[in-house]
């Protein structure tokens, strides 16, 4: 499965039609695994996944740790956070791909950079947008404006069953 899932995500990068996916915790897992060794030279630690989100949100990082409000500094991890993918909406693989390294740019902050910002889309999260959108030769490109935009975007909700 994971050789079928990694082959749409291949497929999306060398221009090819998209395919709307719902995702779900697999899929997060091993796009996650692939984008942490593509972009993140497999250094931010798994963590959980998970398809319930805030109904308003695409997709959401919660990180499990405690900061010291003065320097803004993360001062002790207790985990590896949680990433959320809304897993009531059907979209193609590269508006949730684009979704997934946003969350995974907030999940290096935290983890890696061990900076929790003021504005979580500012300075340090511009950084490493930058970083993706030029490895990745434009094709990925992460922005607050783009989340913003695409969570205001009308979309058709997946029938439950």
């Known amino acids: ?79 590896n956070g949680t990433i959320k993918l809304n897993g009531m909406y059907k979209r193609t693989v590269d508006s949730w791909v684009l979704t997934l390294l946003h969350e995974m740019a907030h999940e290096y902050m935290f983890m890696v950079m061990k900076v929790y910002p003021e504005n979580p889309h500012g300075r340090e999260f511009e950084a490493i947008a930058k970083y993706i959108r030029r490895k990745s030769g434009g094709v990925w490109n992460i922005t607050e404006t783009t989340e913003k935009v695409s969570t205001d975007m009308k979309v058709r909700k997946r029938r439950q069953v």
Not at 6 to 28: C, D, S, T, Y
Not at 30 to 50: A, G
Request: proline share 5%; hydrophobic share 35%; with cysteine.
């Open 1 to 79: 499965m994971l050789t079928i899932e990694l082959f749409i995500i291949h497929k999306h990068v060398m221009g090819n039609e998209q395919k709307a996916i719902v995702p779900n915790e697999r899929w997060m897992y091993n796009c996650f695994v692939h984008y942490n060794r593509e972009y993140f030279d497999n250094s931010l630690p798994i963590p959980k996944f998970s398809t319930e989100c805030d109904s308003s949100l695409w997709g959401s990082y919660a990180p499990e740790f405690f900061y010291d409000t003065n320097s803004r500094r993360v001062v002790d991890i207790r985990g």
